[in-house]
T-cell receptor
């Protein structure tokens, strides 16, 4: 059974610092991995999607890496801004038949960027 | 032109009542989902429909019944609501192969 863990659970940084968020998963038979952002009381916004054959994806200040063999993904946010404050969720879509289509979520990392 | 839309956004109801949440997607995706986010903010899948066919049915009380009239709509009906049903329910959609999920903005259900 796939389990997804995110470390740290919470993170507070001053504006301008780079953010490093970690995600680990127990079963490397994944289809893809997706990073989301959730603002308080809001829905989930997709940030980056990495297919299992890819090593990384980039969008603006965001970069996500994937090391399938070690079961890890890292989300880097460069030059953080107060507007980056949110909860960041990692979700894995597994290949196994009984998990087909299902996203397994981590518990999230709550980020606060102070001005 | 919202991609995945849910109604209502907020729902406050008494124990024992029956309520429904509606979801529609205009992305042309063939698979739709219901996820529940509990008070600890953990997201867990409840149901999934692919082209109107139920393909994932997690261990969910049978008071919860999903219905998909067509591949663009997935509704969730809940009978005999209990206090423990209070949560945020998210609808999502995806294409079968390769692509990511798109989530709706959620329905915050409060049972009093």
């Amino acid at each position: 059974k796939q389990e997804v863990t995110q470390i740290p659970a919470a993170l507070s940084v001053p504006e301008g610092e780079n953010l490093v968020l970690n995600c680990s998963f127990t079963d490397s038979a994944i289809y893809n991995l997706q990073w989301f952002r959730q603002d308080p009381g809001k829905g989930l916004t997709s940030l980056l999607l990495i297919q299992s054959s890819q090593r990384e994806q980039t969008s603006g200040r965001l970069n996500a890496s994937l090391d399938k063999s070690s079961g890890r993904s890292t989300l880097y946010i460069a030059a953080s801004q107060p507007g980056d404050s949110a909860t960041y969720l990692c979700a894995v879509r597994s290949l196994t038949t009984d998990s087909w289509g299902k996203l397994q979520f981590g518990a999230g990392t709550q980020v606060v960027v102070t001005p | 032109d919202t991609a995945v839309s849910q109604t209502p956004k907020y729902l406050v109801t008494q124990m024992g009542n029956d309520k429904s949440i509606k979801c529609e997607q205009n992305l042309g995706h063939d698979t739709m989902y219901w996820y529940k986010q509990d008070s600890k903010k953990f997201l867990k899948i409840m149901f999934s429909y692919n082209n109107k066919e139920l393909i994932i049915n997690e261990t969910v009380p049978n008071r919860f019944s999903p219905k998909s009239p067509d591949k663009a709509h997935l509704n969730l009906h809940i009978n005999s609501l209990e206090l423990g049903d209070s949560a945020v329910y998210f609808c999502a959609s995806s294409q079968t192969t390769g692509y990511g999920y798109t989530f709706g903005s959620g329905t915050r259900l409060t049972v009093v």
